[in-house]
């Protein structure tokens, strides 16, 4: 895991697609700047999936 950029941890995020692992690398030497260089490079997702964090279901028995 990755622990360089603290303050991203935390924040809402919007995730609008997938790219291709090369495209990825492509983008991790070279910063794209426009709409249209990325929506080239997109792919949508087939469905989508919302999560929410829930509390365990098990909890310490302290009557031990």
Known sequence: MQQGKPNLIGNDYL???TVDRTDWKKGQ???ITSI???RSII???KK???FELQLPRWVKD???
């Open 48 to 50: 989508v999936l919302e």
């Open 15 to 17: 995730v609008i697609g």
């Open 29 to 31: 030497q070279t910063l």
């Open 62 to 64: 302290d009557k031990t």
């Open 43 to 45: 792919h949508d997702f």
């Open 36 to 38: 249209e260089s990325m």
